[in-house]
Structures are given as structure tokens and as C-alpha cells.
């Protein structure tokens, strides 16, 4: 079983940045594919990024390329989503989730990730 709470959301200007963090209970933090998604009012959740297991690969929705980093740190057992040149359009409820690890992380990508965060805001605004 694994817990994960997300933090570090929270309102800025257009152009701003944010850091996401997203904390993992239990040791086996290192054994699963992590990623982010996003769900806008009235909207469906959507991928934004995922990290491999071991952090060797990443992949990126095509809207957040060049200005979207994630990390992991298996020391403090989170990932982290640095979010920079920030937009109205990336207002949403982000969302961290894991999954058992996959070729290319997979899994994850199409939102079939074992565990979720609760979620938190981020407001852009313009």
C-alpha cells in the first residue's frame, strides 16, 4: 500500500512558477512509476508527466514540454513537479499517482496507476 500527498499548489501569476510536491509512505517507494495529472473545472483529467521507477526516463504531455520538470528523490521518497512560464490554461486540481513499473512507464501515462493523491490546486492567473 501506498499513500500519496501532494502539496505546494497554490495561486500565481501568469509567467510564475510553482514546485508540486508529492510524498510517498512505505519503503517501496523506488519500486513504482510515478506521474502527474491534471483535471481543469468541468474538464477530464489529463496526463501531464511521469518518471520512470529509477528516474531513467521521463515523458512529457506535449502542452508542458520546456517548461514542466519532474524529479524524484528516493532519500525523501517524493517527486517533485517544477512548474515555470506558467499559464492561465494550467489551472487545475493536480493530481500524483504511482504505479507498478512499466516499459516507458505506461502504465501510469494512461492513468492506470495503482494509487492517487487528493489532489491539489493551482490557480494561474492572467
Not at 512558477?17 to 502527474?36: E, I, K, N, P, V
Not at 529509477?54 to 517533485?80: C, E, L, M, Q
Request: proline content about 2%.
Amino acid at each position: 500500500q501506498v499513500q500519496l500527498v501532494e502539496s505546494g499548489g497554490g495561486l500565481v501569476q501568469a509567467g510564475g512558477s510553482l514546485r508540486l510536491s508529492c510524498a510517498a509512505s512505505g519503503r517501496t517507494f523506488g519500486s513504482y512509476d510515478m506521474g502527474w495529472f491534471r483535471q481543469a473545472s468541468g474538464k477530464e483529467r489529463e496526463f501531464v508527466v511521469a518518471i520512470t521507477w529509477n528516474g531513467g526516463s521521463t515523458h512529457y504531455a506535449d502542452s508542458v514540454k520546456g517548461r514542466f520538470t519532474i524529479s524524484r528523490d528516493g532519500s525523501k521518497n517524493t517527486v517533485y513537479l517544477q512548474m515555470n512560464s506558467l499559464k492561465p490554461e494550467d489551472t487545475a486540481d493536480y493530481y500524483c499517482t504511482a504505479g507498478a513499473p512499466t516499459s516507458l512507464a505506461l502504465t501510469v501515462r494512461r492513468g492506470a496507476g495503482a494509487y492517487w493523491g487528493q489532489g491539489t490546486q493551482v490557480t494561474v492567473s492572467s
